[in-house]
C-alpha cells in the first residue's frame, strides 16, 4: 500500500528562537519537508513585524523569547485582526518544559507543545498531526485558541458527568442513560 | 461574552489532500541529512553559552545573584539543554537540566545564591564537548555530587535527582514509564507534553500527539 503523501511546499513557516543555531536546525528541518518559505528570527518584537507585514501558515516559537514569554507572544496572535492568521498554527518549543509554561502556552492558544531537542521525525509527526486534526477555534473573552475538546471519543463505561456530583442529578443534560440509573439508585 | 467557534480554513489541512508531496519516510531522510550537514556549529553554540554561564558566575558579588542574572542563567542552562540533547551528550545534557532545576528553585524560592549555580558551571565545563571526556566512573561521580545538591535545597526534578546518575547509566526506562502519568496529571493528556525527566518526547512519535486512548 503505498504511504500517504504530504505536500508541504506552500506554506509559510515562522521560526521564532533566540538561539541562531537551532533556528538554522529548525529550517534545515523544515527544508528537507520540502518546506520553501521559511523566516525565522531571534525575538518577539522581530516576529511581530513579520506576523505585520505576512502571512503564515505554520508558526514555531521557542517559549522563552529575550523579550518576551512565547506564550505572550501566541496570545498576541491570537487576537490578530487578520485572519486566518490568527488562528494560525502554532508550535511552541521549549528545553525546559516545566508544567507551569505548557499550561501557560495552551492556555495563551497554542496547538501543540514540543520539548526540544526536536527530532526531524517527532516535527514531521508533529506538523502531520495538526495537518489531519482539524480542530474549530472557540474565542472568548479569556481566551482564544483551538478547541482543547478535540477527542471524537465516548468517555469510559459510558459515564459522561460524574455520577456523585449533586449538581448533576437529576439533570436533563444527559447523553445516555447511565447518569440517570446512577442518580435514581 | 458568549463564545464564538471559528472553522477557519487553513493551508496545512489541505497539504494533505494537495496532490504530490513526499511521504514521512522521505520527508525525515532528507530533514536528517539537511540538520547534519551543519552539525559541526553545534558544539560552538553549546561552548558559547558555557562561556556566558561562566561570566554570569564570575560577575556574582557577595555570592549572591540579582534576580535578573539567575533568569539569564537559567535561559543559558536552557540553550545547553537543548543543544546537549540534540548531539546526546549525555552527562552535559544531565548537568545542564540539573542546573535548570537548580535555577528554577532558587527562583521560586527567592533565594538568590551563587553556590549552587557555580558548582553546576563548573561540572558542565568538565562535560563540554571542545575537551576530552571524563572517564565514566568521573562522570557519575560528578553527577551524583550535582544530585546531592539539588537534593540538599529539594530542588530535584521529576523522578528525583537520581536522574543524573540513571542518564549516565542509560537507565531510562522508569522516566519514559513515569512521563504518561504525570503528563495525564498534569495537562489531560491534550497533545500537550509537560517537562519529563528525559528528553523523550523528541523518540516517542508514536506516543505523541497522544492516541485516541481513553486517558
Redesign the interface.
Known sequence: MA?????????NVLVVD??H??R??IS???????IKHITSCETASAAKEYLTNSDF??CLIEA?LPDMSGADLVRFIRRLKK??LR???IIVL??????G???A??DAG?????????????????????????R??????SYIGP??K????D??DGHYKRAKDPSEAGSANVRSGALEESATQ | ?S???????????E??A????????E?????????R??SG??DA?IEAAIQALETLVESVALGQFAAIQLHAV??Q???V???A??FQYEALDSAS?SL?DTA?GLLRQGRLEAAPVAVHVRAMRLFSPLYAAPAPEVSVHILTELGKVTAHYNFAPLGGAGHLVLAIFQCQRRFVADAPTYRHK??GG???????AE?E?????LD??PT?T?V
Open positions: 504511504q500517504p503523501r504530504m505536500n508541504l511546499s506552500k506554506l533566540r538561539n543555531y537551532y538554522a536546525l534545515q528541518a523544515l527544508r528537507g519537508f520540502e501558515d505554520l522563552e485572519e486566518p488562528f494560525v498554527l521549549s528545553s525546559y518544559a516545566q508544567a509554561m505548557v499550561s502556552a495552551r497554542a496547538n501543540l507543545v514540543l520539548k526540544k531537542p526536536t527530532s526531524p521525525q517527532a516535527l514531521f509527526d508533529h506538523i502531520a498531526w495538526l495537518a489531519r486534526t482539524k474549530p477555534y472557540i474565542e472568548l473573552d478547541d482543547r478535540f477527542h471524537d471519543i468517555p469510559p | 461574552m463564545a464564538k467557534v471559528h472553522f477557519p480554513a487553513l493551508l496545512l489541512h497539504a494533505v494537495l496532490g504530490g508531496g513526499i511521504t514521512r519516510e520527508a525525515i531522510e532528507a530533514a536528517l541529512k539537511n540538520v550537514a551543519i556549529e553545534g553554540s537559567l535561559e542552562a536552557d540553550q539543554v537543548t543543544m540533547g540534540t537540566r535548570c528554577d498534569v495537562v491534550l497533545g500537550f507534553e509537560p517537562r519529563q528528553s518526547s523528541a523518540v516517542l512519535p505523541d500527539p485516541m481513553p
